[in-house]
Every structure is written in C-alpha cells, then in structure tokens.
C-alpha cells in the first residue's frame, strides 16, 4: 500500500473539489458533475439504509464525459497503467450511525490494482482488512491525496460525522 501526498498539482485539486463539491477555497461555484442517489448496503445499520450519491466515470456499460480529465489521476501515480477498468467518484453525506465504516469488501474478484484519490478533506477514514477482518491500517482523506493498492486487500470507507466525503474510486490493470 502506497500513499501518496499531492499526486497531482494544486490546480487540478482544486479544479476536481469544484466541479464534484461546488466549492473550492471556501468560495461556492456551480458543480458540473452529476450525482446519482444511491442507497448504502454496506451500511445497513439500525434498520437505516443511508443515501449517498455516485457518478460513474467508466464502467462496462457506462462511460463519462469527464473520465477524461478524471483519467489524469491514474496516469499520475501508476507509472504501469494499462487500462482504467471501472472509475466512480463516490460523494456520502454525513450521517448518525453507531457504525464506524461500511463493510469491509473488494472491487473486483480478479488481480488488479486499486486506486483511491480524495477530493476534499474530510473524517471517515478509508480502513483496510486482513483476511480475518482485523484492521491493519487507516487512511484519512486529504485533499489530493491518493491510496495506490492490491486491489483484492479488503477495504471500507469509513462513515463522516463532519461533512461530506468525496473520493474517487479506480481499478486498474
């Protein structure tokens, strides 16, 4: 697992913060990227069944008009980058829960490599798993910050109390 601070310039930092979260530098501007609701499985809690919101960027039966600024990421922190196989920017609201963090899973069954950038600074830590589910390691989010790693280590995102959480999630090959 490799984290890597500021993989990407400043301005695009800024540029992902405003046009996901609509804001950059504490100044409000109108966000281009559309959210889908999503209900949260992997936080069922308390007979509670949270909305967060997604914006695929690729996957096999969706592809974005903004996978081509988004792609910037990978192609800056995965020297061997192949090929993108699924993108999804992931946006969840705070929200009252006794959980700490969704449960624990992997992307994708088969090899490949994860990769997590966080668009804002935020609680709700990305926590990783051995295969017992004993947590071997936590990542909060920072602004331009990614996570580069084995795609079938098991992982979570935690849940913010604060404010919201805004990542984007890419498998690799």
Do not use: W
Request: glycine letters at 4%; charged letters at 20%.
């Amino acid at each position: 697992m490799k984290v890597i601070s500021n993989c990407i310039p400043k301005e695009l930092q800024d540029y992902f913060e405003a046009i996901t979260l609509g804001r950059v530098n504490d100044v409000e501007v109108d966000p281009i990227v559309e959210f889908k609701a999503k209900y949260e499985p992997t936080a069922f809690s308390e007979n509670n069944k949270p909305i967060s919101f997604k914006h695929v960027l690729k996957s096999s039966a969706e592809l974005s008009r903004h996978l081509v600024n988004f792609s910037k990421i990978p192609q800056s922190v995965f020297p061997n980058l192949h090929d993108i196989l699924f993108a999804r920017i992931f946006l969840t609201m705070p929200y009252k829960t006794s959980m700490k963090h969704h449960a624990p899973h992997t992307d994708l069954t088969t090899p490949h490599t994860s990769l997590i950038y966080y668009i804002n600074d935020s609680d709700g830590d990305t926590v990783f798993f051995d295969n017992n589910n004993n947590i071997i390691e936590s990542v909060t989010p920072k602004k331009g910050t990614a996570v580069l790693f084995d795609g079938l280590i098991l992982h979570a995102a935690g849940i913010p109390t604060i404010g919201p959480r805004c990542i984007v999630n890419y498998n690799l090959i």
